[in-house]
């Protein structure tokens, strides 16, 4: 199995701008977690779903961002509009009924 | 409510040494324990778990943890060290008698072994 996957894996956009990131679990797996992590903050849950239902959104910082699971397989997470404090690696990682975590290899965002 | 505690931001050891990176926890229920490790760059990686059966746990890259329910701890040991397993560390936990699966993590523990 290739792992999650994360795309793209370096995104650097200036303010105001739309930025959309993309997700795909480890076949067989029904839980997909979205988190941040920063030097000041650390590792953030954002949001989680199981079997492609949001459970969980309350890390989600504004309404700026959403996420969606369009199928079983993948996710995204968008930020529309953009801001310079939304730079930081966002990690996707699935599970399988709440055992270990799988994560992805992270995106790096810098928003200018 | 579940948290875990990493008490030591930084943790220096010479390499052939010991290595262990402490881990405190707090469930409401029965804990289920996970143990990652991050390098340079790089998403978290799995290295062991504990749910339920023998309190010392083997996982990956030599490395074991052991989990301490009068403590409720659940520290990560190396015998021995080598350079390579400099690293961030994470300890992770979540109640099984929870139908959540959201993981609490700790704030992280820096590994650094010296040559």
């Known amino acids: 199995d290739a792992g999650v996957i994360q795309s793209p894996r370096h995104e650097v956009t200036e303010m105001g701008q739309e930025v959309t990131l993309r997700c795909k679990l480890i076949s067989g797996h029904n839980s997909l977690f979205w988190y941040r992590q920063t030097m000041m903050r650390g590792l953030e849950l954002l949001i989680y779903?199981?079997?492609?239902?949001?459970?969980?959104d309350s890390g989600m910082p504004e309404d700026r961002f959403s996420a969606k699971m369009p199928n079983a397989s993948f996710s995204t997470l968008k930020i529309q509009p953009s801001e310079p404090r939304d730079s930081a690696v966002y990690f996707c990682?699935?599970?399988?009924?709440?055992?270990?975590?799988?994560f992805g290899p992270g995106t790096r965002l810098t928003v200018l | 409510a579940q948290s875990v505690a990493q008490p030591e931001d930084q943790v220096n050891v010479a390499e052939g040494n010991p290595l262990t990176v402490k881990c405190t926890y707090s469930?409401?229920?029965?804990?289920?324990l996970f143990w990652y490790v991050q390098y340079p760059n790089r998403g978290l990686q799995f290295l062991l778990k504990?749910?339920?059966?023998?309190?010392l746990v083997k996982g990956s890259y030599g490395f074991e943890a052991e989990f301490n329910k009068s403590q409720t701890s659940f520290h990560l040991k190396k015998p021995s060290a080598l350079v390579s397993d400099s690293a961030l560390y994470f300890c992770?936990?979540?109640?099984?008698?929870?139908?959540?699966?959201?993981?609490?993590f700790g704030a992280g523990t820096t590994v650094t072994v010296r040559a």
């Open positions: 779903f199981n079997n492609n239902v949001p459970i969980d």
């Open positions: 992770a936990v979540r109640d099984v008698d929870d139908n959540d699966y959201k993981l609490s």
């Open positions: 990682a699935s599970s399988l009924w709440g055992g270990e975590q799988f």
């Open positions: 504990y749910i339920t059966g023998d309190n």
């Open positions: 469930v409401s229920g029965n804990p289920y």
